[in-house]
């Protein structure tokens, strides 16, 4: 059974590189993702993947028994984009795609992951075009990253209160005003508007 992150920041306070490397290996795919997503660039979200962690390693003294780190991290992650763009004047942008493929019993049919895979890219760019950045990138955390709200709430400076509402007028987008809703799914496990949304119930 794989170490709890808490345990290896523990063991990362005693001084343990295994620790930390256990947590980078962990994390660093899912922070370069979420990066990527909020700057636009993969390059660049490298340079600021590899900051994040960076200050991680420096802040880890400062991480308070009994919090998740996930959330933690996060924050410094999304600082460090913000960071970035505000160093390089570009405008932020987010793109993250909102769930992973389904995980299919047994062998997978190409085709079939191909099918759904386009579903779930169509769904993404029409929320891409008509959500706001701010709602965008708390779907990914919620639904991606399968964060508590309180915990979007921190990572994003918002109340959860507010979380709330976004969360609340992405649901009824998606169910409402998605093209194509009601169409009839092409497998049973096809991701639409509505199993999305489903997501959202708060």
Not at 39 to 62: C, M, P, W, Y
Not at 105 to 113: A, H, I, L, R, Y
């Amino acid at each position: 059974m794989d170490e709890a992150d808490e345990d290896l920041v523990a063991q990362c306070q005693k001084g343990s590189t295994r620790a930390f490397e256990t947590l980078l290996h962990r994390y660093q795919p899912r922070v370069l993702r979420f990066v990527e997503r909020q700057i636009g660039n993969l390059e660049d979200a490298k340079d600021v993947t590899q900051r994040t962690f960076l200050q991680v390693h420096g802040s880890l003294s400062r991480f308070q028994s009994g919090s998740r780190f996930a959330p933690w991290l996060f924050t410094i992650a999304r600082r460090q984009g913000i960071d970035f763009l505000r160093q390089a004047g570009s405008r932020r942008r987010v793109h993250e795609q909102l769930v992973t493929e389904p995980k299919p019993e047994g062998e997978t049919d190409p085709q079939k992951s191909l099918s759904q895979q386009e579903e779930v890219d169509a769904i993404w760019q029409w929320i891409r075009t008509n959500l706001d950045e701010r709602s965008a990138e708390i779907l990914w955390l919620r639904i991606q990253e399968d964060l508590e709200l309180s915990e979007v709430a921190k990572v994003t400076n918002l109340s959860q209160s507010n979380v709330k509402v976004l969360l609340h007028r992405a649901r009824k987008s998606l169910l409402k005003t998605y093209p194509g809703e009601g169409v009839t799914p092409t497998t049973n496990n096809s991701v639409t508007p509505a199993r999305v949304a489903s997501q959202l119930i708060i």
